[in-house]
């Protein structure tokens, strides 16, 4: 969203060319991201009015591929709400991701509380402190989310972030690593409540404890296969991963 309107223009018209070229070549879900990618950055600067006219013949070249048609936002939205679960990492980037993330929550208007069920027990010596620190959250005190983030990998539990855009309530669910086992629960929660998004946050080489770990030992029981037969979910795999 940043990067495209900060290029100087020849710069654009070779980043641009060179996603052309790849989305031609690559297969599946690569070249579909390729695509969304192309398509978005083509909306954004023809509405700023950037595109000259040899970008777009580059762009004249590609068949469009339109986010909305390769993420069912209109089937997730059906029931008044898209639910988005992040996971983050204890350690020193994993506290970056988690506050840099939840502040631009709070900047959008996402107003922060705690969920009223999770999965995952908390220590309830924590959870008074933390009920109470996250309602003090606001747009004039980020300074808190440090605190959230310890008390949340110290006692577990989660913070819910939710706001509503016109008729559908979009919620964002934070919550630290605990291990395989916990994430095990966790991801068996997230299905069981059919929730769209799912975010591992943090380096890739977390994944095998936050999803893959878990993810095989759900593939095991036959009621996680009957029950998520055939549903679409959006998946982003880490800072230095991908998005399925």
């Not at 495209?4 to 020849?10: C, E, N, S, T």
């Not at 559908?168 to 690593?177: G, K």
């Not at 291990?179 to 059919?194: C, D, H, I, Y």
Request: hydrophobic content about 40%; glycine content about 6%; overall charge positive.
């Amino acid at each position: 969203e940043r990067l495209i309107p900060r290029l100087v223009p020849g710069a654009r018209q070779l980043l641009v060319e060179k996603m052309v070229r790849s989305a031609a070549t690559e297969n599946g879900q690569l070249r579909q991201l390729l695509a969304s990618m192309i398509t978005f950055f083509h909306e954004q600067l023809t509405r700023q009015k950037k595109i000259t006219p040899a970008m777009a013949r580059v762009f004249a070249t590609v068949p469009r591929s339109s986010l909305d048609r390769s993420t069912p936002f209109a089937q997730w939205a059906k029931d008044g709400e898209i639910r988005a679960l992040s996971v983050f990492q204890a350690d020193d980037d994993g506290w970056r991701s988690f506050g840099g993330f939840c502040k631009k929550l709070l900047q959008r208007g996402y107003r922060p509380h705690i969920p009223a069920a999770f999965p995952l027990p908390t220590q309830k010596t924590y959870t008074d402190e933390l009920r109470h620190t996250v309602a003090g959250l606001s747009r004039t005190t980020p300074y808190l989310l440090h605190l959230v983030h310890r008390l949340l990998y110290y006692g577990g539990g989660a913070v819910e972030f939710s706001l509503s855009k016109g008729p559908v309530r979009v919620v964002h669910v934070v919550t630290i690593n605990q291990g395989t086992k916990s994430q095990t629960r966790l991801l068996q929660w997230f299905l069981a409540k059919k929730m769209e998004i799912l975010s591992q946050r943090g380096h890739s080489y977390w994944r095998t404890s936050q999803i893959l770990a878990p993810m095989a030992i759900l593939r095991q029981r036959e009621k996680y296969l009957a029950d998520n037969a055939g549903q679409r979910r959006f998946v982003s795999l880490g800072s230095c991963g991908s998005m399925k």
